[in-house]
């Protein structure tokens, strides 16, 4: 899955040493000399961080963009979680989980807003929803999305 659209993976046996992962139409396109199960479970997940590292760092801007207080951008890093979609250090940098970007963009905007809004306040109070609902009026609706697709997310 990326963003949301599932995707068949087709794995080729290439002739050069170099691997290559391309989106092509309905299909994530591996092309690697050694197609071995490892191999190819290496090769998507290196893919999968590279989409992650550029994806959330357009949706980081796009949401900050539309906040209604003002933030200096934090800086973000991308872990691997089993649990968590993303957190945010008291310092103001944000960890998001790469898997994330599997999930729809709405659902990425959801989790990024989410942490941002723990810079202002840092626990599930009232204020922390208030904050929510008045900069992503529809984020129960994107969480409920996200949750659901959980399982298939995580578990790759
Ligand atoms: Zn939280």
């Excluded at 199960?37 to 801007?61: C, S």
Aim: net charge positive; glycine share 4%; proline share 5%.
């Amino acid at each position: 899955m990326y963003l949301g659209r599932r995707y068949r993976l087709k794995v080729i046996a290439g002739e050069s040493a170099e691997v290559s992962v391309k989106l092509r139409g309905g299909h994530l396109e591996l092309r690697l000399a050694n197609p071995l199960r490892q191999m190819v479970r290496e090769a998507t997940k290196g893919w999968i961080r590279d989409r992650a590292r550029k994806v959330f760092a357009d949706r980081l801007d796009a949401v900050l963009a539309d906040l209604n207080w003002r933030l200096p951008a934090p800086t973000m890093r991308l872990q691997a979680m089993n649990a968590q979609w993303g957190s945010c250090s008291p310092s103001g940098r944000l960890t998001l989980n790469p898997w994330l970007v599997k999930a729809p963009r709405d659902c990425i905007d959801y989790v990024i807003l989410h942490e941002l809004c723990h810079l202002k306040e840092h626990n599930h109070s009232r204020r922390f929803y208030r904050l929510l609902d008045k900069n992503m009026p529809p984020w129960r609706s994107r969480k409920k999305r996200l949750d659901e697709l959980a399982e298939v997310i995580l578990n790759m």
